[in-house]
């Protein structure tokens, strides 16, 4: 059964990181690229970042570009988001997803697999 299992949420200080983890199970991740989503109460999903199915490519939401990092480890099966200079505007649920087809997706829709998300505080 395919499975993704988010990680690594908690509160922090702003100006400080976090890192995220992503576990997936079953056929998902080896010919998948995988994303990492965010929702902050009221307001829709949003795009924060995806990697390829071969970790190649990557691409990031303007609103964290520059302090934020995604990777994988196919071995592990594992995706990662590396968080830094995190801003109290960051908080949120975040949630990672398994897409599918070819390219990225960066709308929920496009996203074939959702983990439960993992939720993030940053203090001011």
């Known amino acids: 059964q395919e499975q993704l299992v988010e990680s690594g949420g908690g509160l922090v200080q702003a100006g400080g990181s976090l890192r995220l983890s992503c576990v997936a199970s079953g056929r998902i991740f080896s010919s998948y690229s995988m994303g990492w989503f965010r929702q902050a109460p009221g307001k829709e999903r949003e795009f924060v970042a995806a990697i390829s199915w071969s970790g190649g490519s990557t691409t990031y939401g303007d609103s964290v570009q520059g302090r934020f990092t995604i990777s994988r480890d196919t071995a592990k099966n594992t995706v990662f988001l590396q968080m830094n200079s995190l801003k109290p505007e960051d908080t949120a649920v975040y949630y990672c997803?398994?897409?599918?087809?070819?390219?990225?997706?960066?709308?929920?829709?496009?996203?074939?697999?959702w983990g439960q998300g993992t939720q993030v505080t940053v203090s001011s």
């Open positions: 997803g398994a897409r599918g087809g070819l390219g990225f997706g960066i709308t929920p829709e496009k996203y074939d697999y």
